[in-house]
């Protein structure tokens, strides 16, 4: 995305700060999600909790997953999951996501997200910070041997147990707890104490490109679709604008 973004600005294709999400990583036992994950290998549930009305959301649910840790550009450290057709685990994980829409004269959404990850990389020495649930509640920090007595192990292993909401924004921290409390209702068990909190999970794809209702850029027979676009938070959609921009090609051609 911000090579993207340099793209644009040395060809003034036009474009706009997007949609910056910064949220976590959640890890629960399978039991917790048995219900949803029957259902829907991928759930997709939206929230708008007080006091901000900001949107929130899960991302990336991995029934019997792995948490996992991918390096940016300057070892930026991001938290992720995914999860193996033969190779289960006893825990669920999914992504929490705070969507945020800055005002001018903001419009850096890359690098805001980047200096959120850089503080909390900064508390977990380069590596990825996790958290109970029940100690952010409580006012404080989690340690190792809390972690190794507990009833959800983290199946990213080389995460540093700490106090993931001495760099997370207030806003974005109080989105999603609020949003973990909700959810708490569709789903018993969700904000249980020992359900464990990684940070940070902030997405890259925070610069919007102007396009036309068939993603024509400002510029002539050059176009832009899928998350690069800043249009699509997903592979369905984007798969989808792919389809689309074919069949726009293939009426244009003939």
Request: hydrophobic letters at 35%.
């Amino acid at each position: 995305a911000d090579w993207l973004k340099s793209i644009c600005v040395k060809h003034n294709i036009s474009h706009r700060a997007g949609t910056v999400d910064i949220g976590v990583r959640v890890e629960v036992r399978n039991e917790v999600m048995e219900k949803v994950n029957n259902i829907l290998y991928e759930s997709k549930l939206i929230g708008y909790p007080r006091p901000y009305r900001d949107k929130v959301r899960t991302f990336c649910q991995n029934p019997g997953g792995y948490v996992s840790q991918e390096n940016y550009d300057n070892n930026l450290a991001v938290v992720n999951g995914h999860s193996y057709k033969d190779r289960k685990t006893n825990n669920t994980n999914l992504a929490i996501l705070s969507s945020h829409n800055f005002r001018n004269p903001f419009n850096e959404p890359i690098k805001y997200g980047a200096k959120v990850a850089e503080l909390l990389n900064m508390l977990g020495d380069g590596k990825i910070l996790v958290q109970r649930y029940g100690d952010i509640l409580d006012g404080k920090r989690t340690w190792d041997h809390e972690l190794s007595r507990s009833n959800v192990r983290p199946t990213l292993p080389d995460a540093v147990a700490g106090d993931i909401t001495s760099a997370m924004p207030y806003r974005a921290m109080t989105n999603i707890l609020n949003f973990i409390e909700a959810l708490n209702v569709v789903v018993p068990g969700f904000a249980g104490t020992e359900t464990l909190i990684y940070a940070p999970e902030v997405k890259f794809y925070s610069n919007k490109v102007e396009i036309s209702t068939e993603f024509e850029t400002n510029i002539k027979n050059l176009y832009c679709l899928g998350d690069a676009s800043g249009w699509t938070r997903g592979l369905m959609m984007s798969s989808l604008m792919g389809v689309r921009m074919g069949q726009i090609l293939g009426k244009k051609t003939n």
